[in-house]
C-alpha cells in the first residue's frame, strides 16, 4: 500500500505542477464508490497538496448506467 501511496502522490504533484488545480472525478468510478478505501491514496495526496477533489454527477459505473432503463422512442 505504501508503494501505491507513493506513485499517487507522485502523479497528483507531477500535475500540480503543470498547471492542475484539482482533481476531477466521477461520483462512482465501475463498481466502487467514492467512499470505498481504494480511493484513499488519492485523497491523502490531495490533502497534502492543497487539490481539491472535483465531483462530476455523471457516472463511470456500467453497473449504474443500466440500472436506469433507456427512454425508449414512442411508436
Given amino acids: 500500500m505504501r508503494l501505491v501511496r507513493v506513485l499517487v502522490y507522485g502523479e497528483a504533484k507531477l500535475a500540480k505542477e503543470n498547471g492542475a488545480v484539482g482533481i476531477f472525478l466521477r461520483g462512482s468510478e ?3 464508490l467514492l467512499s470505498d478505501s481504494h480511493f ?13 477533489i472535483c465531483i462530476h454527477s455523471a457516472t463511470g459505473s456500467p453497473v449504474l ?3 436506469w432503463p433507456k427512454q425508449r422512442k414512442k411508436e
Fill in 30 to 32: 465501475r463498481d466502487r
Fill in 40 to 52: 484513499f491514496p488519492l485523497y491523502d495526496a490531495a490533502s497534502r497538496l492543497d487539490l481539491p
Fill in 65 to 67: 448506467f443500466n440500472y
